[in-house]
């Protein structure tokens, strides 16, 4: 899973969230329901230096999960291979394959071997700083 450098358009593929759509609706398209896959950031910079990475909403209960990041690109994974053992939560909650989404903000995978991807090189007395904001909220 080495990304090979190319840069490819998620239009119309199960990678395609550029408009608000069902999670599963896209995940369906995917190989093995797999999302495991890295999103460059190309929206306008919001909220100072930030940008939007991702929102999510669960109609049913209105919450909302905003993602704001300095970071150029977002890692969005579905748990699929949870299930690789058993994890147990707590009140022996089982937690198993696609019963959770996680949000990791950072650098295109593989930077350095990318001449055309943003420069992840830390230089002595250089300083790294990235910052991202998970914020939740309700719609009534």
Known sequence: MIP???????KNTGLDFTNSVL???NIHK?????????????GEIDHDEYK???ELYDPQSGRILTVITTQPAIQVYN???????CWIGKKHYKYESFSAICLETQH??????????PNTI?????????KTIYKFSIKE
């Open 52 to 54: 939007k990475a991702i």
């Open 79 to 85: 748990a699929a291979k949870l299930s690789n053992k």
């Open 108 to 117: 295109y995978p593989d930077s350095p071997n990318h001449v055309h991807f």
């Open 4 to 10: 090979t450098g190319e840069i490819l358009s998620v």
């Open 23 to 25: 999670l599963e609706k």
């Open 122 to 130: 830390l230089e002595p007395n250089q300083v790294y700083n990235q």
């Open 30 to 42: 995917l190989n093995k329901n797999i999302l495991d896959h890295n999103f460059i950031l190309t």
